[in-house]
């Protein structure tokens, strides 16, 4: 049940706030973003270190105002609005000051707007969403002129916050949950102001210690080939440094991938690795550090008594270099594709050279 609800347009470029109120007929895309927002399982638990902060003082305003008080008077939902509109107000203030540092390589922030709302679950859980979301152009097709507004279908959630609530004799609150579309630090350092609870070098290596002694568990024992393969994408994955969702990165790894061991249950896997944040204690979405991957020994598979192969780890697609042959005689050889020129040289017969 939403207790309370706010919509402001936000013009990092023209420097303007505009609260809008909703109509009825609104109410539909408002509870889709705030939907997504709960149910989004690709976040990074934060912490509430300062409860005088702009944000988290306007959310407990709130919410101890709108609680107490379930038949709210003009003045005291005009007093619960400029909450809001404080909340709203920092966050433009962050973007424009986010917009000139990033304005040197070209970028700009994504023009939306920003959606706050307590609300109260069926367990009498109290949560307090804050949402930026698409705000899009599109020309009128009678007058042709620019206008500004939301997709039908398609709706996007540039960043979020979800703040579950502790009601007691003071408002706390539990780890927040906090999702952005990429790499905008300004969003939980400056404008909500919290601290993160995991830093992105202690998510990369304990996703990866996770990830990887599930894989020794669930496939390795039935197929090393599949196990190998697996890993080595998902040391390709972490060494490059991007934002992760841990979840579309599982479907990535495992939500496709068709074993060459058939007795594997991908399905079972899958399952097994999306419930590894909760059960290892690392967030659903982070920078990844490459360092944090230590180790970086290479794969090595005996050939002969005399002769290794060894593989760097995190190598790209390694199996379509390295294939597998047998000739009519029974011999089994490894077919290497070269792309060094003296080592090809060094290894074949002159009539080949």
């Known amino acids: 049940m939403i207790i309370y609800k706010s919509f402001h347009n936000i013009n990092v470029s023209a420097g303007t706030l505009t609260r809008k109120n909703m109509p009825e007929d609104f109410d539909s895309f408002v509870n889709s973003y705030i939907a997504f927002a709960i149910r989004n399982g690709n976040n990074k638990e934060y912490n509430v270190t300062d409860s005088n902060s702009t ?11 709108a609680i107490n008080n379930p038949n709210p008077s003009e003045d005291d939902l005009q007093e619960l609005d400029g909450f809001s509109n404080s909340i709203a107000t920092k966050l433009l203030t962050e973007e424009q000051q986010a917009q000139q ?26 949560m307090y969403i804050v949402a930026k979301v698409e705000h899009s152009e599109w020309y009128d097709g009678e007058s042709l002129r620019k206008n500004l ?5 398609k709706k996007n959630v540039w960043k979020s916050a979800v703040f579950p609530m502790v009601i007691q004799d003071d408002i706390s609150f539990d780890c927040v949950r906090v999702y952005t579309d990429n790499e905008a630090k300004y969003w939980a350092q400056q404008f909500l102001e919290l601290s993160e609870k995991r830093n992105d070098q202690t998510n990369t290596s304990s996703a ?10 669930r496939v390795r024992r039935e197929s090393e080939r599949d196990y190998y393969y697996l890993r080595n994408s998902l ?8 934002l992760i969702n841990y979840v579309d990165m599982i479907e990535n790894l495992v ?9 594997l249950k991908m399905n079972e896997l899958k399952v097994a690795l999306l419930a590894l944040p909760e059960k290892r204690n690392f967030d659903r979405q982070f920078m990844s550090v490459p360092d944090a991957i230590k180790k970086r020994r290479k794969l090595k598979f005996p ?6 192969l060894s593989i760097e780890e995190g190598t790209a697609n390694y199996r379509d270099t390295v294939k597998a042959v047998e000739l009519d005689g029974g011999k089994k050889y490894l077919q290497i594709e070269c792309h060094f020129s003296d080592t090809y040289k060094l290894f074949s017969s002159p009539k080949t050279q």
């Not at 040391?235 to 991007?242: D, F, G, M, V, Y």
């Open 55 to 65: 944000v988290v003082h306007c959310i407990s305003s709130i919410a101890a105002n």
């Open 101 to 126: 540092r990033i304005a040197a390589m070209g970028k700009q922030i994504k023009l939306g707007s920003l959606i706050q709302a307590l609300i109260k679950r069926d367990n009498d859980e109290y």
């Open 149 to 153: 507004g939301f997709p039908s279908e």
């Open 208 to 217: 990866f210690d996770a990830i990887e002694i599930e894989l020794k568990r």
């Open 235 to 242: 040391i390709q994955t972490l060494k490059s440094r991007q």
């Open 255 to 263: 939500g496709q991938y068709q074993p060459d061991e058939p007795k």
């Open 303 to 308: 050939v002969t008594n005399a002769i290794e």
